[in-house]
């Protein structure tokens, strides 16, 4: 079992920059990949990226791609979400999550195992 921590949530205004930390519980963490997705009330659960455990595949929605990364340091067991020219529409609760193998189907929620808490996020303009 991997618990997932996400902290860095915030206020921000549009054109800023935020960066979510999720920092697992344990180092078996290294070897899952990592997905962050987002979700405001009323809306589906919405993928924003993905990362595989070999650090060579990212993947992000086409809304994020160009502003958004998603580095990870397996070293210490922490993947990150780097937000740049952040805009009111990308306000949301991200969550944080990995999978026990590899994910083919990356921007499908179900398919991760292990759910940080959420972070929220508001931007205005």
């Known amino acids: 079992q991997v618990q997932l921590v996400e902290s860095g949530g915030g206020e921000v205004q549009a054109g800023d920059s935020l960066r979510l930390p999720c920092a697992a519980s344990?180092?078996?963490?290294?070897?899952?990949?990592v997905g962050w997705f987002r979700q405001v009330p009323g809306k589906e659960r919405e993928f924003v990226a993905h990362?595989?455990?070999?650090?060579?595949?990212?993947y992000y929605a086409d809304s994020v791609k160009g502003r958004f990364t998603i580095p990870r340091d397996n070293a210490k067991s922490t993947a990150y979400l780097q937000m740049n020219s952040l805009k009111p529409e990308d306000t949301a609760v991200y969550y944080c999550a990995a999978g026990r193998r590899s994910i083919n189907a990356y921007s499908d929620y179900t398919k991760y195992s292990y759910w940080g808490q959420g972070a929220k996020d508001t931007v205005s303009s």
């Open positions: 990362i595989s455990w070999t650090i060579r595949s990212t």
């Open positions: 344990s180092s078996t963490f290294s070897t899952y990949p």
